[in-house]
């Protein structure tokens, strides 16, 4: 059990946070393991934000328990924010960007990270070689020295980036990274909080951009009404869906010995044929191509193409969304 709770960088059992008679975050149990990229995704107003500024101590919580880089923090505790005070070693341990940073516009990029290494208590040899890299690191090289009022709002969101990568963190906490950039912008910072990921860190990031977050996440947490929904591999979460998934496969000369051999594989519930194409639907969301290709091959059939229409993140979103504001009164 304790090296379990080793592997954890977030752990919170019954977390609930209620603003008068909203209930902000109801119960919420979540888990982030180490070293992972761990997509936290909610319509607006699922309660994420909320518990980012529990998790980075910005609030007390009403009732459960915060566990945050093995510390464990009770909400029901009158010493809440006491204990992170107590802690300080390990809050140095956490990197936080908030959702749309908003910085001093008459500060130069590097004069900003100077001002928050200072308040790390970074030495100025470690100040200097820090920025440095970190500047280069979120593609910054050249503009350091710009007055950050001057800035893209994607160049706002890389150098606010790098103030929460600073301090070395063990554990990186991005609210909407990607929010209000243009394509080239959401490519860039996909890119970065991957280059985070490589440098050993575990990164936690809140997003209603779907698709991004199905581009770099390893785990996804998909919460609603304070609740978390599902909460497991991204793979195990893509593969919730209900519906079945669909194999287009397109075959030279297509026979019956090929459709009866193709039927007659367990996973498949209907082959429908177009012409020189089979649209087979399959109640699996496994890759079975190699299957499908072996049976035709052996039924005397030649394959000219192959696709599968999986279920992404998106439609398992929406269906857990869906199913969940029909089960509860609003």
Partial sequence: ??????????????????????????KLNLKVKRSTIHGFLGPNGAGKTTTIKILVGLLRPDEGSVKVLGHELHGEEAGFFHAFYEHADSR???????????????????????????????????????????IEMVGLKGRENDLIGKYSKGMQQRIGIAQALLNNPDLVILDEPSL?????????????VKNIAREGMTVFVSSHLLFEVEQICTDVTIINRGAALVSDSLPNVSG???????????????????????????????????GSTLRLQINTHEDVRVQVSQEITRAGGIIVGMSQEKSNLEDVFIQLISKDQEGKPQ
């Fill in 1 to 26: 059990m304790e090296v379990q709770q080793m592997e954890l960088a977030i752990e919170t059992n019954g977390l609930t946070k209620r603003y008068g008679s909203l209930t902000a975050v109801n």
């Fill in 92 to 134: 140095l341990g956490i990197g936080y960007m908030p959702e749309l940073p908003k910085f001093p516009k008459h500060l130069k990029g590097a004069e900003l990270l100077d001002i928050y290494g200072r308040m790390y208590g970074m030495t100025e040899p470690q100040r200097k070689a820090q920025i440095q890299k970190l």
């Fill in 180 to 192: 209000g950039l243009d394509p080239v912008g959401m490519v860039e910072v996909r890119e970065l």
């Fill in 240 to 274: 919730l869906l209900s519906v079945p998934a669909l194999l287009h496969v397109e075959v030279a000369k297509i026979s019956k010995n090929v459709v009866n051999a193709v039927k007659s594989l367990p996973f498949v519930l209907s082959v429908v044929q177009t």
